[in-house]
């Protein structure tokens, strides 16, 4: 199976500043890389992904690298605010039957007014 | 008007008892999951159901059941419950199993607390 590692767990900011999360995965097969943001008590959402046959996203504010040949990926979040203080977790997958993402143990991410 | 239901919100229980957890989506999604979150372990896989078939099973123990009487149900049935249960249990669905750039969508998840 896919074994996803991230960092920080905890990352704290302030407002205004840029926010960064890393990835790393292990399966060379995988190639869907999506991120979630959960907030206090909610349900966790997409807010961003790539795929593999990309190296760089961005949207609103968000911007992803990948970098395929070192298994890492990246979030980074630009001009940072107290409304993206959440939790942020990255995920991996592998096209074929058995699509099961694997999450990242979360980032949570702090932006100090 | 969320479109992944999952009931109930919270739960508790006690020890060595059964309960099941209710999860209906109408998003008119083929593949279904179930995944778990503790502070141990965040969003960890359990189960992926395809067109009502079992696809994965990432729990090691038999007392964790799913149940898919409908395409769009995925229920969740746990005996013998033990303190370690406790968690808040995320269902969730996506378009179609088996393709990689499908994003999944969560329900709210069901908090199970077990004394």
């Known amino acids: 199976g896919e074994q996803v590692e991230q960092l920080p767990s905890i990352l704290r900011v302030q407002e205004g500043s840029s926010a960064s999360i890393n990835c790393t995965y292990e399966?060379?097969?995988?190639?869907?890389f999506p991120w979630y943001k959960q907030e206090p008590g909610e349900n966790p959402k997409l807010i961003i992904d790539?795929?593999?046959?990309?190296e760089r996203k961005q949207t609103q504010g968000l911007i992803v690298l990948l970098d395929k040949k070192a298994k890492r990926f990246s979030l980074h979040i630009t001009d940072t605010q107290p409304g993206d203080s959440a939790m942020y977790f990255c995920?991996?997958?592998?096209?074929?039957?058995?699509?099961?993402?694997?999450f990242g143990k979360g980032t949570s991410l702090v932006v100090h007014p | 008007d969320p479109k992944i239901i999952q009931k109930p919100k919270y739960l508790v229980a006690v020890t060595g008892s059964e309960k099941i957890l209710i999860c209906e989506q109408y998003l008119g999604h083929n593949a279904m999951y179930w995944y778990r979150q503790s502070a141990k372990k965040p969003l960890e896989f359990m189960f992926s159901y395809s067109y009502q078939k079992l696809m994965d099973n990432q729990t090691a123990s038999s007392r964790f059941q799913p149940q898919s009487s409908k395409k769009n149900h995925l229920d969740l049935q746990i005996t013998a419950l033990k303190p370690d249960d406790s968690a808040t249990y995320f269902c969730a669905s996506s378009q179609e199993p088996g393709l990689s750039n499908e994003r999944l969508f969560f329900g709210h998840g069901t908090k199970l607390s077990v004394l």
């Open positions: 995920a991996a997958s592998t096209s074929g039957g058995n699509y099961k993402p694997t």
């Open positions: 399966n060379s097969a995988s190639n869907y």
């Open positions: 790539i795929r593999s046959n990309m």
